[in-house]
T-cell receptor
Framework: GAGVSQSPSNKVTEKGKDVELRCDPISGHTALYWYRQSLGQGLEFLIY????????KSGLPSDRFSAERTGGSVSTLTIQRTQQEDSAVYLCASSFLGQTSTDTQYFGPGTRLTVL | AQSVSQHNHHVILSEAASLELGCNYS??????LFWYVQYPGQHLQLLLKYFSGDPLVKGIKGFEAEFIKSKFSFNLRKPSVQWSDTAEYFC???????????FGSGTRLLVRP
């Protein structure tokens, strides 16, 4: 079946603009995760959804970052007033239940964000 | 703080050489351990995982990893690498019953033909 998809694959924006990144998880997966990978760094956890609720937003780096999930499916990560340090690859993952890490997370191809 | 360390950032090997990539985690409780691989232009994908039981786990494409609790380590090994193993490898850990994965910074492996 189809895997996790993300759009756009690349996004170049100017400092101060808002951006929206989209994630389509695997159908039937209740858990959805956003991670960020900065140059030379590992993946940094941003936010976790269980259904449409986000019980863990602990990784969001500032209040300029927000995310929502609708219909237990598509999720959008929004970054307001982008800064150059927001440049990174943003990865989305989904898993069937997501209650523990024993539930395999399947990753999308990522969105490469460049803030000029 | 909970963390995962990969000490080899770049590794260059010739085909048929043996591979060992180091991974250490810092946490005293129960951990679930993973190795993910990202081939050029492809998604991050699961290579192997360890939850409990036999500390030597085998994954896809001839890879294996050994969990050594006393050393807080989960090193990845392959007896003979191929050019197609060129990729970036990430070690990750899930602590206790958390859903959250903590990733290492990755190791870029280049296998010369």
């Amino acid at each position: 079946g189809a895997g996790v998809s993300q759009s756009p694959s690349n996004k170049v924006t100017e400092k101060g603009k808002d951006v929206e990144l989209r994630c389509d998880p695997i159908s039937g997966h209740t858990a959805l995760y956003w991670y960020r990978q900065s140059l030379g760094q590992g993946l940094e956890f941003l936010i976790y959804f269980q259904g449409n609720s986000a019980p863990d937003k602990s990784g969001l780096p500032s209040d300029r970052f927000s995310a929502e999930r609708t219909g237990g499916s598509v999720s959008t990560l929004t970054i307001q007033r982008t800064q150059q340090e927001d440049s990174a690859v943003y990865l989305c993952a989904s898993s069937f239940l997501g209650q523990t890490s024993t539930d395999t997370q399947y990753f999308g191809p990522g969105t490469r964000l460049t803030v000029l | 703080a909970q963390s995962v360390s990969q000490h080899n950032h770049h590794v260059i090997l010739s085909e048929a050489a043996s591979l060992e990539l180091g991974c250490n985690y810092s946490y005293g409780g129960t951990v679930n351990l993973f190795w993910y691989v990202q081939y050029p232009g492809q998604h991050l994908q699961l290579l192997l995982k360890y939850f409990s039981g036999d500390p030597l786990v085998k994954g896809i494409k001839g890879f294996e990893a050994e969990f050594i609790k006393s050393k807080f380590s989960f090193n990845l090994r392959k007896p003979s690498v191929q050019w197609s193993d060129t990729a970036e490898y990430f070690c990750a850990a899930g602590m206790d019953s958390s859903y959250k994965l903590i990733f290492g910074s990755g190791t870029r492996l280049l296998v010369r033909p």
